[in-house]
């Protein structure tokens, strides 16, 4: 059974997992786009998708992870990688079926998977309490 305190962890690491993803890209797009100030308004568009694939893909994980509380655990990481690329791919795939492959040249698809697992491992290790 779930306590409280577990599900708010639960809360906390997909709330500020997802911020912090959006808020990456977002100003990364700032940049890359020539700072223009539009740009931002994809700090929060980042962050609700972010969300809504931790929250699918992430947090079942997690919750699966969570039965060895370890926190910073190398294993644990190499696991979430391994889970963001299948969620980047199967995004890639719904969007752009018949050129699914070729997310395996994208230098993004690696860089975005990386970062996505990078970020949420982290947040899940801080607010991992025993």
Do not use: C, H
Request: hydrophobic letters at 60%; proline letters at 2%.
């Amino acid at each position: 059974m779930l306590s409280n305190k577990m599900v708010n962890s639960y809360v906390y690491t997909l709330a500020i997992s997802s911020l912090s993803y959006g808020l990456i890209f977002g100003l990364y797009m700032f940049v890359y786009s020539g700072f223009m100030a539009i740009a931002l308004v994809t700090i929060g568009i980042i962050a609700f998708y972010a969300l809504i694939t931790y929250l699918v893909f992430a947090v079942p994980l997690q919750v699966w992870l969570r039965r060895r509380r370890r926190k910073f655990s190398l294993i644990n990481f190499l696991i979430y990688i391994a889970v963001a690329f299948s969620a980047v791919f199967l995004f890639w795939f719904v969007d752009y079926p018949p050129n699914a492959l070729t997310v395996f040249r994208s230098f993004e698809y690696y860089i975005m998977s990386i970062v996505a697992a990078f970020i949420y491992w982290f947040w899940d290790s801080i607010f991992l309490r025993n």
